[in-house]
């Protein structure tokens, strides 16, 4: 803040000393024809010649002011493109929690917008009001949902169980609309935070990726059972690193199986939490945690 003010501070100085040349040449000027006039008063014969244009006091003055005006909208540029670089400031461990709206397409064509709007609205306010209180640190609106960040897996974890339980328990009235669904996608690891506070990383890349998963992202793993039914809405996929951290949750939750996801290289172990209070962990809980690091990736570079 004090660098930006003091290059404010030399803009203005700037400013003012190019402006003073041109007030200079606008008194000499304005001078110079003074002294013509009153030669012009004693001697009536003869014409007086006129000043050049560039001469002219306004003419001077409007340039000096178009000068600093050229110069200052520069600068402006110059600082909106610096201001644009991503600087890192950090990088931290947090889990990242993408929720989005199934079927909004549909919903617009079939029901209007105006309901579209209405139920992108009802999720915004709901989820927002819940991760408030979940040590929330950073939130964005993805359009049909949200991005957010929280400072653990388990707060992400538990806003996105109370979400869904309202949303099943307490659903908002969007008649003659069908209830709202969503896909929940939570990963954990290591974030970039920048200067301005927006995140960057691998793992928000992952989260996103987990919402959309469908059941052909999945791949049969020699010793793994065959992949059951796979919910299409009202889910919460998790990625094995959030799976660990929620391991002393009590939290129920099951493999589903190993996929592969755009931009990373290798297979990924998927699990679900069973968020429903129905739900019933797996039989054998224990053998949903056996780490198989052979054959998971890491994001591939791409272009």
Avoid at 252 to 279: I, Q, T, Y
Wanted: hydrophobic share 45%; with cysteine; proline share 5%.
């Amino acid at each position: 803040m004090n660098m930006r003010r003091f290059l404010e501070s030399v803009f203005l100085i700037f400013a003012v000393l190019a402006l003073v040349p041109f007030a200079s040449l606008a008194g000499v000027a304005s001078s110079e024809h003074m002294k013509m006039v009153e030669g012009a008063g004693a001697a009536m014969d003869r014409p007086v010649a006129s000043v050049p244009f560039y001469q002219e006091h306004t003419f001077l003055v409007l340039a000096g002011f178009a000068t600093a005006v050229v110069g200052f909208v520069a600068f402006r540029i110059a600082k909106r493109r610096r201001g644009r670089k991503v600087e890192p400031a950090a990088l931290v461990n947090e889990a990242a929690l993408v929720v989005d709206l199934v079927n909004s397409t549909h919903v617009s064509t079939h029901y209007g917008n105006g309901l579209a709007m209405r139920a992108r609205s009802a999720l915004k306010d709901r989820t927002l009001a819940i991760a408030a209180a979940r040590r929330l640190t950073f939130s964005e609106n993805t359009g049909d949902g949200y991005f957010m960040t929280f400072a653990s897996v388990g707060d992400a974890v538990h806003t996105a169980i109370e979400l869904l339980n309202g949303l099943r328990d307490q659903p908002p009235d969007l008649s003659p609309g069908p209830p709202i669904a969503v896909r929940v996608g939570i990963s954990y690891g290591e974030i970039l935070l920048d200067s301005h506070g927006g995140r960057h990383g691998a793992a928000i890349n992952k989260a996103f990726r987990l919402e959309g998963l469908t059941a052909k992202s999945f791949t049969r793993v020699e010793g793994e059972s065959e992949l059951g039914k796979l919910p299409d809405c009202n889910r919460i996929f998790i990625d094995e690193d959030a799976s660990h951290e929620l391991r002393s949750s009590g939290i129920p939750m099951r493999s589903v199986g190993f996929c592969r996801l755009k931009g990373f290289s290798g297979l990924h172990r998927v699990f679900e939490v069973l968020w429903h209070n129905d739900a019933r962990p797996p039989r054998n809980h224990a053998d949903s945690y056996v780490p198989l690091k052979s054959i998971i990736g890491v994001e591939r570079a791409t272009k």
